[in-house]
Structure formats: C-alpha cells, structure tokens
C-alpha cells in the first residue's frame, strides 16, 4: 500500500440494511421521485417465490412495474442487449436489479448502455463509464459479490469468451437494500460459494497496492464475520444471525474492493468462468488459498493482520507464522465447504489455454494490484498448481 495514495471513495446514495429492507422499496421510489421501474431478475427468484415479495409490495403501493427475467448466471453482453430491448419498451424511469450478481450486474450495464453508444465490450476497463443512465436500485439474495455496493460489474462476451470488468460512475447504483432474509433459501453450494468471494473481496482489498484507512476499516471488518459465520450458514441455512453476519461482511467486502479494487485471484478467475462457465464465487474459492501462498511474502504484515483479525492466530504471534497458518486456514475452509477443483469437474486446459487465460488475466488489470505482481509464466504455474 502506498503511503501517498489519495483515496477516492464512491458509493450509493441511499443504503438500508436488515431484514425486511427490501419491503422499504416503494418509499425509496417515492424519495427518490421515481415511480416506473423495471425489475431485472432470473427465473429462479420467480420460480421460488422471492420476486413476488417485491412485485406484491409496489403493486400495494400503487407502482407501475415490468419485469426482464431473461438474466442467466455470468450475463453476456447478449443478455444486455435483451435488457435494453425490454428497457425500451416502455417509459421506464429506474431499474432494479433483485438477485445475486448477475441480475445486478445486468442492471447496472443495461442502465449505463441506455445511454452510451456502441458495444457494451467498448467500455472494458480501464475506461471509466461515467455517463449514467437511469437509476438503479439493487436488492441482493446472496451474500457474496457486494454489487449492490460497487462501482463495477461483469459481463461476459459471446463473440470471444473473455469477462470483462465495466467500472464508474454508471456502475454505482441510486440505492441498495440489503435484506438478508432472501439468503436462507440458498443452496449450500452457492452458500458457500458466494461467502468464500466475499471473503476473497475482503483479503484482496486489504492487501491491494490501492488499499487506504478506509478501504481498510471495512475489510478488516468483513473478513472475521464470515470466517466464523460461513460453516454454520453452510450447515444450516435457516441460521438467521449466521446469515445475517454474511450480508453485512458482503456488503462491508464490496464497500472495501470497490474502492481498494481486487487482485491476482479476481484476475485469475474471469478466465475460468468465461471459458469453461464455472460460477465466479466458486473459481474464486479454487483459487484463494493457491494465490494467498504465491502473494503472502511480498506483503508479509497486511496477510499476517489477515489472520489475526480472524482469530487464525494470535497478536503474539509473528507475521511469518501468521502466513503460514493463514494459507493453511484457507486451505481447511475449502475441504470443510466441498470445493471442487476444475479437474475434478471435468474440465481440461491445454498449455495453449492456459497461455490464453494468463494473458486475459493480466489483460484484466488486477494482477497489477497484488502484492506480488505475477508474470504470465507464473500465472501458468499458478492454474496447473490449483488444477
């Protein structure tokens, strides 16, 4: 971290947090003057009940609404473009986005791209997207990618696999209501999934070349919420101060990377899941403890205060020791939540792939912010060793 760094922070206008938030959308419409929204979900959230809480609760209050369920998990820019087509057909004056990443990630890049010309792939980072379209308000069901607090989203391209980040001004939603009560219908795969990307969110802010005082608050807040909470969520999914303590850190990760912005395993994890469509959180969760062991030296007291503010070690204990017991922490979290490896899925990667997916990564612009700023050949190395 860079002693001289200015820090730049940006975030939503309005931010309720708590069970039952999300039942506060229409007076967050009627404060914000808006009154015709158009909701961007998946089928699941439908499916399952949870978008009528939402629907039920504006029709109540007498708000005029459509729904674009079209969203599947890693929107491509051809979902975007169905978004707009849906967004266009009628005089819509905000969005909500109501479900994990994706339909908030949908959101934001079909309220951004309601305004600026082109492709969305024009706007890949490091351009800043700075025009914004209509306001966004975000709901998140999971407690994983922080969305609803960033200045970032993810989409995926169909003309070449490759994820590319989309960041600024037009990837921040108006408001976010994060009502942790969506959460305690989660699978436990994606459960665990989504609490091992906050976590990731969290470690990787804090060690980032971009970290700062505040940044750093959050992130070290985050991480200990869900290293003691996300085994019982895992277990139980009806343990509501479990499932409580994992949205808050979600929302605190997200507030930290948004801002710090994310390293090597975010870099790395793109490529996975463009090309072989392995959920975000869950290649994040492969990577972590593989990254952590590549990275730790290079930072050796931010990792080490890592473990201590998760308990992993105590404040006695030196940095080095610390390190170490942290990436073996990592390591023991992944076997007690079942994470898979790529090839115990099934999927293959050719040296010509892996050459492929080290340049995308770099490509990204994340690697740049780790602690150790890998080569391509180490990033190789590093995807056979997690493999």
Known sequence: MSEALLGRVQSPRIIRIGRGAALELPDVLDQLGLSHPLIVT?????????????????????????????????????????????????????????????PMDAAKAISFMSVNEGHVRDYKAPTQ????????????TTGGTGSELTRWCVITDTKSPEKYN?????????????????????PARITADTAVDSLTHAIEAYVSRRAFAYTDTFALSAMPLIFKNVRRAYADPEDGPAREALMLAASQAGMAFSNASVALVHGMSRPIGAHFHVAHGLSNAML??????????????????????????SDQDSDQLACGKLVEALQRLNEDLAVPTPSSLGHAANEEMLQLM???????????????????????????QMW
């Open 129 to 140: 997207i700075d025009k914004c379209g209509v306001p966004v308000i975000c709901i998140p």
């Open 166 to 186: 989309l960041s600024g001004l037009g990837c921040v939603a108006t408001a976010a209501l994060i009502d942790w009560s969506f959460t305690t219908t989660l």
């Open 288 to 313: 972590l403890p593989t990254v952590t062991e590549f990275s730790v030296d290079a930072s050796p007291k931010r990792y080490a205060d890592c473990a201590r503010v998760m308990e992993i070690v």
């Open 358 to 384: 080290a340049e995308q990564a770099l490509a990204s612009g994340s690697p740049q912010n780790n602690p150790r700023v890998p080569t391509g050949a180490e990033i190789v190395s590093l995807y056979k």
């Open 42 to 102: 998946d089928t699941v959230l439908r499916e399952i009940g949870h978008l009528d809480v939402i629907t039920g609760r504006l029709t109540n209050a007498g708000v005029k609404w459509s729904v674009f369920d079209g969203v599947m998990p890693d929107p491509t820019d051809a979902c975007v473009e169905a978004g707009l087509e849906a967004f266009r057909a009628q005089p819509f004056d905000c969005i909500i986005g109501f479900g994990g990443g994706s």
